[in-house]
């Protein structure tokens, strides 16, 4: 599994309670997005609702085998509630249940820092082989 099919398969579980980015140009798509850490969206971009945030890169936790080397890797996603007003436990129980393995924190943010209703998963993918460099 790579990013882009998590993140299309994530939007279709969740598609019917994911929020709305609003764009600089006016335009609405799903609030879905892949970023880097501390990486922000485009200026004038807003959300509502729930965001569902893809970390671009997973951490992979090598295992060592005879003679073959592969790394599982774990994807980290936040739902993060903006308007502070859903209930992200069936969200989370149909992720949890979609992709077993998953763990599941609460995130505490500061009042003030941002919004303070997000949960951080960390969805376990497939093995991938490693290469020698």
Same mark, same amino acid.
């Given at each position: ?28 798509? +799903?609030? $879905? ?8 969206? @485009?200026?004038?971009? #807003? %959300?509502?609702?729930? /965001?569902? =945030? ?35 436990? +069936?969200? $989370? ?8 393995? @998953?763990?599941?924190? #609460? %995130?505490?943010?500061? /009042?003030? =820092? ?20």
């Amino acid at each position: 599994m790579d990013i882009l099919q998590l993140r299309t398969e994530l939007e279709t579980l969740l598609v019917n309670s994911l929020g709305l980015y609003t764009l600089p140009n006016g335009a609405e798509t +799903p609030a $879905v997005s892949v970023r880097a850490p501390g990486e922000r969206m @485009t200026a004038g971009t #807003t %959300v509502r609702g729930v /965001e569902l =945030v893809l970390i671009r890169d997973p951490d992979m936790a090598p295992i060592s085998q005879y003679s073959n080397q592969a790394a599982f890797r774990t994807w980290t996603a936040f739902l993060v509630d903006w308007n502070n007003d859903t209930d992200l436990e +069936p969200l $989370v129980a149909a992720v949890v249940e979609e992709y077993p393995g @998953t763990t599941v924190a #609460t %995130v505490s943010v500061p /009042e003030g =820092v941002g919004p303070m209703h997000q949960v951080r998963l960390g969805i376990q993918g497939n093995p991938a082989p490693t290469f020698d460099c």
